[in-house]
């Protein structure tokens, strides 16, 4: 942790900086630690400020080798995750990221780490907004709307809102029945219908009204000049969850509904080795497509690494993806296809075996028993035909007729069907390895977010999301190296050991045998015939 916190480029912080003569700051690479720190630890900033004033190892993690030196405020961290947040939502740049691929990046390159293949997971994360009904939130933007509103336009409107602002959202839902909720919703949704042009003009610049502009777009319709309630089938994935959060979205996975983020993780994968480390984190709305996110990774990861094969699941492929794979020169070899299984009893396109070019167009193509196919083009660019000659067809080692019969069809093809086939033998040929290399992702994915419990974060926005989401991966590599020079170590010592002992072992059976003539050599002497004058002792 000490040579990752060290490793830091204040240059990339530089632009957080004041132009102007002022107090000193915080170091950059202390501030960041700390973020590390408290993210890979599950801390809260309470916990993470305590154990900066008197945890002496972190501390000496930090590179402060005395209590007396580097004191500062809370607020300090609070001011620091302030500006980072301004500058990503004004100039889009996230640099924590930009740090933490920084730091990866010279990791790899110390301990040798091969990026030439690499795997891909996400998970869905939850930021720290509440579940709330349809109409609790409804009432709660009601309420915020108000507050928005200076003293003269409250009083104005203190009527309309009387019925929202006497007590909180969830006591003024709880004593409803819930088929009065409807009638609820409805008043509602008139309300917010009179209010929008009414304050347009003076609040159209404010966030309280982007919000109320929002959740009535989200929410309602209007049908000829009549405000109708959305049916629940109708919202959108996108539809405002919490107006604490306004990037948090729906999204149901596998049967579960789930409300928040998602978070995107690549790693390497190198089984002759015994470090892996995290390549590449992406937080977005999970209603973002996970193809979508590697789609946009794929160009950095092929740029900063040595990327050549990736594992991903059934959800990252797409027309898109595929494209991006063959201009990058990436191989993606899935563990499961998304649609139908085709029938196994019949021969499709993945039966035959292709040659291709650079350009990902196939050149030659072969059946199943070897036998080459002719291949014209098709009358569209991007399409083939697979016809096999007639003087070929009676030569052909396939002893099942009705599978030569479908195998001699002529077959019309595109580049998508082919690419499509080419990813059902790589899947056919992974199955047939009894390996998964993919699987260990998914414990991967899991480290980040155990600290967390349910998977659910202390913060709000996909920026701070993100921040956090990149400061546990730092914290998981820093573990990783660590146990990996542990082992390293370990071993060091058992050679060393098993050197000494050998060497003792030699030193023992030198000395026992030099004990045993210093004993045997003077009564061999004695017994010993040895001729006196001419003569044995003994004779």
């Known amino acids: 942790m000490r040579t990752c916190s060290a490793a830091y480029e204040e240059k990339t912080f530089a632009v957080l900086y004041s132009d102007q003569a002022s107090r000193p700051n915080v170091p950059v690479n202390v501030l960041m630690g700390l973020e590390i720190l408290k993210d890979g630890n599950g801390w809260t900033d309470e916990e993470m400020y305590n154990n900066f ?21 809370l607020r300090t961290t ?44 996400s998970k869905q994360i939850a930021s720290n907004i509440r579940e709330t009904t349809r ?7 009601m309420q915020r709307t108000y507050r928005m509103l200076d003293a003269a336009d409250k009083l104005g409107y203190a009527d309309l809102f009387d019925n929202y602002i006497k ?42 009204y982007a919000v109320l502009e929002r959740v009535f777009n989200d929410h309602f319709k209007l049908v000829e000049r009549e405000v109708v309630v959305k049916a629940g089938a109708e919202l959108a994935a996108d539809t405002l969850q919490s107006p604490d959060d306004l990037e948090a979205t729906f999204r149901k996975k596998r049967g579960e509904g789930h409300v928040g983020y998602v978070v995107n993780v690549t790693e390497t994968v190198d089984p002759e080795q015994g470090l892996q480390l995290i390549s590449k984190v992406q937080t977005e709305s999970n209603s973002a497509d996970d193809a979508q996110m590697l789609n946009e990774a794929l160009p950095d ?67 199943p028993h070897g036998q080459r196919v ?18 070929v067809c009676p030569l052909c080692a396939a002893q099942d007729k009705r599978e030569q019969a479908v195998l001699c069809l002529v077959r019309y093809f595109s580049i998508p069907q082919l690419t499509v086939a080419l990813r059902r033998q790589r899947l056919a040929t992974l199955l047939a390895s009894g390996s998964n290399p993919r699987a260990a992702v998914e414990a991967t994915v899991r480290e980040l977010t155990c600290r967390f419990g349910n998977a659910k974060l202390r913060v709000r926005g996909c920026w701070r ?69 001419g003569q044995h002792r003994f004779a």
Not at 92 to 118: I, P, R, W
Not at 135 to 141: D, G, S
Not at 319 to 343: L, N, W, Y
């Open 53 to 73: 004033c008197y945890n002496v190892q972190v501390r000496y993690a930090l590179g402060l080798h005395s209590l007396d030196e580097g004191h500062f405020e």
């Open 78 to 121: 609070y001011n620091f995750r302030r500006r980072l947040v301004q500058y990503m939502q004004t100039a889009g740049e996230n640099l924590v990221e930009a740090c933490f691929e920084q730091v990866t990046d010279e990791q790899m390159m110390a301990y040798a780490v091969k990026s030439g293949v690499q795997r891909v997971d």
């Open 135 to 141: 109409l609790q939130l409804l009432v709660e933007v």
């Open 167 to 208: 007590e909180k959202s969830g006591k003024y839902i709880y004593r409803l029945k819930g088929e009065k909720h409807q009638s609820h919703i409805e008043a509602i949704g008139e309300l917010m219908a009179q209010l929008r042009p009414q304050l347009a003009d003076k609040y159209k610049t404010d966030a309280g």
């Open 301 to 367: 990861l092929v740029e900063r690494t040595e990327l050549e094969m990736l594992y991903t699941d059934g959800t990252y492929s797409s027309p898109a993806v595929d494209a991006t794979c063959q201009e990058q020169g990436v191989t993606q070899t899935q563990t499961g296809i998304r649609g139908s299984q085709p029938d196994p009893d019949t021969p499709t396109l993945s039966n035959f075996s292709f040659q291709l070019n650079q350009q990902g167009e196939p050149e030659q193509m072969f059946c």
């Open 374 to 391: 002719n291949l014209p083009l098709g009358r569209k660019e991007g399409r083939f035909i697979a016809r096999v000659a007639e003087s």
């Open 465 to 533: 999301v993100s921040m956090t989401m990149l400061a546990s991966a730092a914290m998981c590599n820093a573990r990783r190296i660590w146990r990996f020079k542990q082992s390293q170590l370990a071993a060091k010592n058992i050679q060393e050991t098993t050197l000494s002992s050998q060497s003792r072992h030699l030193s023992s059976s030198i000395l026992a045998g030099t004990q045993f003539w210093v004993i045997i050599l003077p009564i061999w002497r004695y017994f010993a015939p040895v001729p006196i004058f």
